[in-house]
């Protein structure tokens, strides 16, 4: 039997081994998918290979370290440097990165994005935000602390921290940071947060499985929201095609994945 696991800190609130469960024992598929704690990323490689894993997901806060601890890194990942995906080839790691497909599959139904405020700038950040670029959208980045507002004034996005911060009109706000994942913060000071609400027609959260204060102050302003359930469900459909490569079809996977939302 297949093992695949996925790496954070915290774990235990992540719905993808429910989600990829539900895929392989529907289709009989002959794996399991377990969840691992992981406190220190740099103890990622040992961890997957003493495991004997076939593949795993990472998520918060480990992506930019996975992308450091593969053997060989493919596709989008290797121009983000962010991983989410891992597969076991042959003994060697190899990485990937499905967060940023996924997340443009989740807001195919807002139409008419030309710009774009994000909010945090860690690797889901960067991620989603090299892929709006791809699609030629005016991308704008908010982030806490300066120090990792470099990566996206080198990709020329407009950049600030709080203390500078000017509010302007965006289509889509998007919350990428941690802020409201295992606490009721706001991603940013209120006073802020509500300007930038009061001037974006979409917004949403890649926090999913709770209605965050972030969200929570949307819906009190009537804004079409979404939180990130859809962007699971398409990085999940993605990275388990990595794992099963090619024995089984994208629609099936996808069907049972999604049916896993509602058990
Ligand atoms: P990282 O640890 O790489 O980055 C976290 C970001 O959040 C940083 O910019 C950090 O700012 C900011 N941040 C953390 N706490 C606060 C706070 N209290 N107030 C304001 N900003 C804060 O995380 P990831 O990019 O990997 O993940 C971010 C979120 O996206 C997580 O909640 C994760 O669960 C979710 N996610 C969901 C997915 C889905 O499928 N739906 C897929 C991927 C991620 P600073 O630089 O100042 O520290």
């Not at 950040?125 to 996206?152: G, H, P, T």
Request: proline share 2%.
């Amino acid at each position: 039997m297949k093992i695949f696991s996925i790496f954070g800190d915290p774990v235990s609130h992540s719905l993808s081994p429910l989600m990829h469960n539900c895929v392989f024992k529907n289709l009989n598929y002959n794996a399991c998918y377990t969840r691992t704690h992981l406190i220190d990323g740099d103890k990622l490689k040992d961890t997957f290979f003493a495991l004997g894993l076939s593949g795993a997901n990472v998520t918060v806060p480990h992506k930019e370290a996975a992308f450091h601890a593969c053997d060989e890194v493919r596709g989008f990942a290797k121009k983000v440097g962010v991983v989410n995906t891992l597969v076991n080839e042959n003994g060697k790691l190899i990485g990937y990165n499905t967060d940023a497909d996924g997340f443009m599959y989740a807001i195919s139904e807002f139409k008419n994005i030309k710009t774009i405020l994000v909010l945090g700038a860690g690797g889901t950040a960067k991620a989603l935000v090299s892929r709006f670029l791809e699609e030629n959208l005016q991308v704008s980045v908010l982030n806490r602390s300066l120090s990792r507002l470099d990566y996206f004034k080198n990709l020329e996005c407009e950049t600030y921290t709080w203390s500078d911060f000017k509010t302007e009109q965006f289509d889509l706000v998007v919350n990428t940071t941690s802020a409201g994942l295992k606490d009721e913060n706001l991603p940013a000071p209120k006073k802020i947060v509500e300007n930038i609400l009061n001037n974006t027609k979409y917004v949403a959260d890649a926090i999913y499985g709770k209605l965050t204060p972030f969200l929570k102050l949307a819906k009190e302003k009537n804004i079409t929201y979404k939180d990130g359930a859809d962007m699971l469900l398409g990085q999940g459909v993605l990275a388990n095609e990595l794992f099963v490569q090619g024995e089984l079809q994208k629609e099936d996977i996808k069907r049972e994945m999604q049916k896993s939302f509602k058990l």
